[in-house]
């Protein structure tokens, strides 16, 4: 399964950036998908999942009030008021289940990832 994340390049501290991710037809229709990031030198965590029906949505904490999560048949990261420490290679994956998640060991699928740079 192909995934792809775009959207990723270099925002100012407060600006905004969408992220999408696509696949193809009907890969995760039925299942909950996640945005994953992994900062230089730091390991891959959870910012934010949406599960299958797109009713459900969940958050790290670090992102909550400022990331929203959704989807068609794309799924999409609306990212405002980036901070430095944002920046990182920002993944999307595909979890074995319908419910959201935020366990790597869930997800079944990864795309290769895209970069975001936030500046001061």
């Known amino acids: 399964v192909q995934l792809q994340a775009s959207g990723g390049g270099l925002v100012q501290a407060g600006g905004s950036a969408r992220l999408s991710c696509a696949a193809p037809?009907?890969?995760?229709?039925?299942?909950?998908v996640g945005w994953f990031r992994q900062a230089p030198g730091k390991d891959r965590e959870f910012v934010a999942a949406?599960?299958?029906?797109?009713g459900a949505t969940h958050y790290a904490d670090s992102v909550k009030g400022r990331f929203t999560v959704s989807r068609d048949n794309t799924v999409y990261l609306q990212m405002n008021n980036l901070k430095p420490e944002d920046t990182a290679v920002y993944y999307c994956?595909?979890?074995?289940?319908?419910?959201?998640?935020?366990?790597?060991?869930?997800?079944?699928?990864w795309g290769q990832g895209t970069l975001v740079t936030v500046s001061s």
């Open positions: 994956a595909v979890s074995r289940y319908p419910t959201t998640s935020g366990d790597r060991q869930h997800y079944l699928y």
């Open positions: 949406i599960n299958w029906r797109g």
């Open positions: 037809k009907r890969t995760f229709s039925n299942n909950a």
